[in-house]
């Protein structure tokens, strides 16, 4: 059984919910399941990374993510250095990276670098998962507007069994390079997924509120965007995920 089909099997038990409120405004509430979280560690100046980025833009394609999965594209920049510098990677990504390997018992980060609910994923091609049925340790809702900027204002509110460390991320589909230098030279890349934004914030309590403006940016589209929400205990296991697409 392939990642695709494990995860449609499970699609009840992690079924996520968005509805329209008042005019501008949407809302997303978490399921009792824990949904699953796929971090995918992706550079456009890396030559071995253009078939992940593809297989990721499958679970899209296939109405998986972000239905049943989370799914992030994170583009770190310690490629830039051999001629092409990625517009959407982040020092901070490649610092997320290494802690995320740490926690999970490696040593060494690489591209493409898929994480599944923060286990290394290696056969990410074929994976053969069970359904997810693992029960959620926290309750998420994620209420998003227009603001007046132009940008998005997002509020996340929950509740969790233990103490927990809260992520909003911005992400973007439909974004693409046609890359001129470095290893993928000549060739168009096409990227869905795309972290263009990322908030941390600690939760001193087992119930929690988080606030973020998403700001304006270069190439952002938030009719092309969703806000994914994290939230993870002290020792970084991922307690659920919610993601909530543009609802204008």
Excluded at 12 to 17: D, G
Excluded at 19 to 24: P, R
Excluded at 163 to 175: E, F, P, V, Y
Excluded at 225 to 232: E, K, N, Q
Aim: hydrophobic share 45%.
């Amino acid at each position: 059984m392939n990642i695709r089909t494990a995860l449609a099997l499970g699609a009840s038990l992690a079924a996520m919910t968005s509805t329209a409120l008042a005019a501008g405004q949407c809302r997303a509430e978490s399921a009792a399941a824990l949904t699953p979280l796929i971090e995918l560690y992706t550079s456009e100046g890396c030559n071995s990374c253009p078939p992940a980025d593809r297989w990721l833009q499958g679970l899209r394609a296939d109405g998986i993510a972000p239905q049943k999965v989370s799914a992030l594209a994170f583009h770190v920049d310690y490629w830039d250095y051999i001629g092409w510098k990625d517009r959407f990677a982040s020092p901070a990504y490649g610092v997320r990276q290494q802690a995320a390997v740490r926690r999970a018992g490696g040593r060494t980060v690489y591209t493409p670098q898929v994480m599944l609910d923060g286990a290394d994923l290696r056969n990410w091609r074929s994976a053969a998962l069970p359904p997810p049925s693992q029960p959620a340790q926290a309750r998420l809702t994620l209420t998003g507007s227009p603001a007046a900027d132009g940008g998005w204002d997002v509020v996340l509110e929950g509740r969790s069994e233990v103490a927990t460390r809260l992520t909003l991320l911005l992400t973007q589909n439909g974004l693409s390079s046609s890359v001129a230098a470095g290893e993928n030279r000549g060739v168009r890349l096409e990227h869905d997924f795309v972290v263009r934004s990322m908030a941390e914030q600690a939760a001193g309590d087992l119930q929690f509120t988080m606030r973020h403006h998403f700001a304006p940016a270069n190439e952002l589209r938030l009719t092309d965007s969703a806000v994914v929400a994290l939230a993870h205990d002290a020792d970084g296991k991922l307690l659920q995920s919610l993601t909530l697409p543009w609802c204008p």
